[in-house]
Structures are given as structure tokens and as C-alpha cells.
């Protein structure tokens, strides 16, 4: 059972950056993040592959965020810039046990690992 613990969320103004991470126990393939705000379902944000560094992103981040990884750490990361108000969320990291290309969006049935979250507030 591979185990999930992420870090760097917080409090920052409209137009701020924050960097999430999320660092695994052990090795994982593809790995993403997913968020969730008050009375709205987990939508997907991004996605990146173990081999390649294959990335896939929501269109409503594309642009601003980054997501990366370092295999060695087995830890990935999200660079958020630009904030706005409404990237207020739970941000929750994901990880599969295997690769996954798909250029579609992700859903939270396609990952087998999830970490316990980590709030992010932007202000207007």
C-alpha cells in the first residue's frame, strides 16, 4: 500500500503563486491532482506520467499550473500561478499503479492511491 502526504497549500492573495507537493511511500506510475471545493464535486487538475513526464491538464488551469515530478523523491509537484479566487479547493494528490496516457480528463476511479488533501485559498 503505497501512502500519499502532501504539502504547501495555504492562504494567498488573487494573482499569487503556491507549489503543492505531494511525496509517495513507495514507486508509482502516473500520478495527479485532483481538487474539490465546498458543495462542488472533485474535479480533475493535472496529470503526469512516471516514464516520459507525459503531462495532461484541465483547460481551466492549462496555462497557469504546472505539474512535475522527481522519480528519485517519488514526489510530484504543482506549480500554481495566477491564482484566482475560484482555485479555492481541497487539492488531493493521486497516484496509479500504472501508466496512463489518455488526452481525455482524468476521474478519480482511474487512480488506486489518494492522499488526505490539503486546503488552498486564493482571496479576491
Known amino acids: 500500500q503505497v501512502q500519499l502526504v502532501e504539502s504547501g497549500g495555504g492562504l494567498v492573495q488573487a494573482g499569487g503563486s503556491l507549489r503543492l507537493s505531494c511525496a509517495a511511500s513507495g514507486r508509482t506510475f502516473s500520478m495527479g491532482w485532483f481538487r474539490q471545493a465546498p458543495g462542488k464535486e472533485r474535479e480533475f487538475v493535472a496529470r503526469?506520467?512516471?516514464?516520459?513526464?507525459?503531462?495532461n491538464y484541465a483547460d481551466s488551469v492549462k496555462g497557469r499550473f504546472t505539474i512535475s515530478r522527481d522519480n528519485a523523491k517519488n514526489t510530484v509537484y504543482l506549480q500554481m500561478n495566477s491564482l484566482k479566487p475560484e482555485d479555492t479547493a481541497v487539492y488531493y494528490c493521486a497516484a496509479r499503479q500504472t501508466e496512463y496516457y489518455s488526452s481525455s480528463r482524468d476521474y478519480g476511479y482511474d487512480y488506486d492511491y489518494w492522499g488526505q488533501g490539503t486546503q488552498v485559498t486564493v482571496s479576491s
Open positions: 503526469i506520467s512516471r516514464n516520459f513526464g507525459r503531462t
